[in-house]
């Protein structure tokens, strides 16, 4: 059984930074493609970032391009997702996720930047 655990979400100013990790255990994390996605009140969960198994490849949705910075460490199993310049509309419960069609998913952890 796969599971994917978040950590490092909080409450910051707007312009701070905050570091979030996935810890993943149960299966091979370093065949995964990973990702994050995140869920503000009353919206759909969108996509945040990914990265391939490699961790060689990396994508971002265009308004985390510049601040958010997605990595993993195969061989602690561990996936970040370091974020700056944070912006009040970045408030939101942040998923991780994993797999070949995202079948695995973390419980969330919620981070609230304050303008």
């Known amino acids: 059984q796969v599971q994917l655990v978040e950590s490092g979400g909080g409450l910051v100013q707007a312009g701070g930074s905050l570091r979030l990790s996935c810890v993943v255990s149960g299966r091979t994390f370093s065949s995964y493609f990973m990702g994050w996605f995140r869920q503000a009140p009353g919206t759909e969960r969108t996509f945040v970032a990914s990265i391939s198994w490699s961790g060689a490849s990396t994508s971002y949705a265009d308004p985390m391009k510049g601040r958010f910075t997605i990595s993993k460490d195969n061989f602690n199993n561990i996936m970040y997702l370091q974020m700056n310049s944070l912006k009040p509309e970045d408030t939101a419960v942040y998923y991780c996720?994993?797999?070949?069609?995202?079948?695995?998913w973390g419980q969330g952890t919620q981070v609230t930047v304050s303008s």
């Open positions: 996720a994993g797999g070949v069609a995202w079948e695995y």
